[in-house]
């Protein structure tokens, strides 16, 4: 066996490291670990959709890892205060040279990796709305034990949205508002959550978890 004098053996090395390197280098940014901010309280879903169930809550602000985002699709996979979901790519966030993008608008220039959902698929009974332009600032509610006690009492049927209703987010004319007695908000069951919403504005104030 051939025995490498120190000099050669060095080099050997240099070369092999300066290969491994160059493969290192030619693997696509899009696989490397991306991490994303959630812009608002947000439901991290079980599944790609509003009609998963929720596995929990990120709150605002929360630092995230992003695997991806489905092809076709707005609903990414993440990693956010220990839970392990779907999230929607309207509400996550990440820096761009500096800037702060939003993972749905900038997901092509982010080269955002494409991922599958390998679970059970859940069917939604009904074709999700759009939501109304961007979510805005509202004043933050506090809504009395009362309040949440009628909605209880009162149920509505369940009205799916693409998405999330977050406190913000306007909804299209096409969904019923219900009034609550003695009360200036009135209240709809939106992806399985019931929601306050400024009848004058139709945006959402507060949403029950």
């Known amino acids: 066996m051939k025995t490498l004098s120190p000099t050669l053996f060095k080099a050997a090395s240099l070369r092999a490291a300066l290969a491994a390197g160059a493969m290192l280098a030619a693997i696509p940014a ?8 959630t812009l608002t309280d947000l439901n991290v879903r079980a599944g790609p959709g509003p009609q998963y169930p929720a596995v929990g809550v990120a709150t605002r602000g929360s630092a995230a890892v992003l695997d991806g985002c489905m092809e076709g699709s707005n609903w990414c996979r993440i990693d956010v205060n220990g839970l392990r979901g779907w999230a929607y790519a309207r509400y996550l966030a990440t820096d761009m040279g500096g800037t702060t993008a939003i993972i749905q608008e900038r997901r092509t220039e982010l080269s955002v990796p494409t991922v599958a959902y390998e679970g059970e698929t859940v069917v939604a009974p009904s074709e999700p709305l759009e939501l109304v332009g961007p979510v805005e600032e509202v004043e933050a509610v506090t809504p009395p034990p009362t309040v949440r006690t009628y909605i209880t009492e009162n149920p509505v049927d369940t009205v799916y949205v693409e998405g999330e209703a977050v406190v913000g987010a306007t909804l299209p004319n096409t969904v019923a508002v219900q009034p609550i007695p003695d009360y200036e ?10 929601v306050l919403v400024d009848p004058g504005t139709r945006r959402v104030v507060y949403v029950y978890r």
């Open 30 to 37: 899009a696989y490397a670990e991306m991490s994303a901010t």
């Open 185 to 194: 908000y009135q209240y709809v069951t939106i992806n399985g959550q019931p």
